[in-house]
């Protein structure tokens, strides 16, 4: 865990509280940039303590707000239901026991403008610190604090190879890797947490690997 | 996980290159986040005015907190200080109803700055705004101070905690009347030594204390722990000041409270299942406020 100065002193946030507020913007935050589009659709499902305590803290809110695409410290966040229904956006909350999991955590089900859905498991893990911890059927561990590239592919062999071969051509250091997958050969998940951002002509290659279907990259949270 | 310094180091660092605490831990981050101390400065004078703002915004009166608990008492103290009634001294007051203002307003979903949590945000700004009126400390030392108190909260984050969840109350407004110590004794122009006496005599007042919110919300108790962890960090300056030491060492205090942290029951740690939480007055709080369970 990287603690400066600022992660003591700050973030600058909407109360009231670090894990059920400004963690949930960031939840909802990144599960709106693994859809890659603006969501149309929201079900939220509220595990343990931000299943009984979301009213009093604006979780709810604070989870429509991140899906909106707003940071923590975003002076609408109290109003996000409304401005997600002037968008058109449609979102229902249900209370949902998600297994064994940290008590502050949120499983969100998105469908997008463009057609795109995906899954996005998370908790907010202090401070307004989070860990996205499944990506539709993939257990995968992603805080946020790197820049990141996630990568849908067949699992086969020499994937990962190319991969990180277009990532060393690019000067891109990766600081951690993660692949997880369904069963041997079926389709796998990759993440790759790196010290630079991914851009440009290696994520265009990247995306166009033959056993890739999708390439996305994500900068590191505010 | 590498641990960060203990206060030891960072006081004999200090000593070795004359600087103040917060002079250091400006140079240490400079280093650490490739950076200048300039925009570093820049960042957290940021911060600063959110402190600022929010004290204004609280001192209004007119937020309430989203189950309508709390809200308007900044303004109650505030009032009466102005009326010059303030039995515990015109400072102390300021210093408490700036506290409050600012913690206010993070209930009711208003802008603040976690310091070093959302739940203890009002402690920093009350002691520290109202010490640098007072000794007439220019925003430049104001930013030092700040970074002082960040650098005493990274070694408290790195070797014990400041979450309730994990350490109990002990761990945020404990934490943050400790670190509002230290960068108080450094506005009012103590040496580092003399900081850490501060941080060490606030955080030893506070440690035991429990994390009970009641309904789970960050409202009762903690908007007015945060006045009362102002205050205690406001005397603490003044003993250190005054040459008080405290007998054990900062880095030991920090330890200790660790220890309590860790042999705290789970039902004191901001799962609301104890202490405050439980009352009567709590529980009925929880079933009017909140009946969000049977949807
Ligand atoms: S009682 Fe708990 S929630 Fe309230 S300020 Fe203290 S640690 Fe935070």
Known sequence: MPVSAFDIIGPVMIGPSSSHTAGAVRLGLMARTILNQEPMEAIIHLHGSFAETYRGHGTNLALVAGLLGMGTDDERIPRALDLARERNMQVEFVTADLGDVHPNSAMLELKGREGLSVRVMGSSVGGGRILVTRIDDFPVELGGDYHTLIVVHQDQPGVVAQMTTLLAAAQVNIAQMRLSRQKKGAEALTILETDQPVEGAALDLIGRLRAVSRALAVKPMA | MAKGPTVKELLAQAGELGL?????????????????????????????????????????????????????????????????????????????????????????????????????????????????????????????????????????????????????????????????????????????????????????????????????????????????????????????????????????????????????????????????????????????????RER
């Open chain 2, 20 to 292: 103040s605490l917060g002079r250091l831990v400006l140079r240490l981050q400079a280093e650490e986040l490739e950076t200048t101390e300039q925009a570093l400065r820049l960042k957290m004078l940021e911060n600063l005015q959110v402190m600022r703002q929010a004290v204004v915004e609280g001192m209004t009166g007119t937020r309430r907190s989203m189950s309508g608990l709390v809200g308007g008492d900044a303004k109650l103290l505030e009032e009466r200080r102005l009326a010059g009634k303030s039995l515990s001294g015109d400072v102390l007051a300021r210093t408490a109803a700036r506290a409050l203002a600012v913690a206010e307003v993070n209930a009711g979903m208003g802008k603040i700055v976690a310091a070093p949590t959302a739940g203890s945000c009002g402690v920093l700004p009350g002691v520290l705004l109202t010490l640098a009126e007072e000794t007439g400390a220019r925003d430049e030392l104001l930013l030092e101070a700040l970074f002082a108190a960040a650098g005493i909260g990274m070694v408290i984050a790195s070797q014990a905690s400041i979450s309730g969840a994990q350490g109990g109350c002990q761990a945020e407004c404990g934490s943050a009347a400790c670190m509002a110590a230290a960068a108080g004794v450094e506005l009012a122009g103590g040496d580092p030594v003399q900081a850490a006496h501060a941080g060490a005599m606030a955080l030893k007042t506070m440690l035991g204390l429990v994390c009970d919110p009641v309904a789970g919300l960050v409202e009762v108790p903690c908007v007015k722990r945060n006045a009362a962890a102002a205050a205690n960090a406001l005397l603490a300056v003044d003993m250190a000041m005054a040459g008080i030491k405290s007998n054990i060492p900062l880095d030991e205090v920090i330890w200790a409270m660790d220890q309590i942290g860790s042999a705290m029951p789970c039902s004191l740690k901001e799962t609301a299942q104890g202490g405050l939480a439980l009352t009567p007055t709590a529980l009925q709080v929880r079933e009017g406020f909140l009946g969000n």
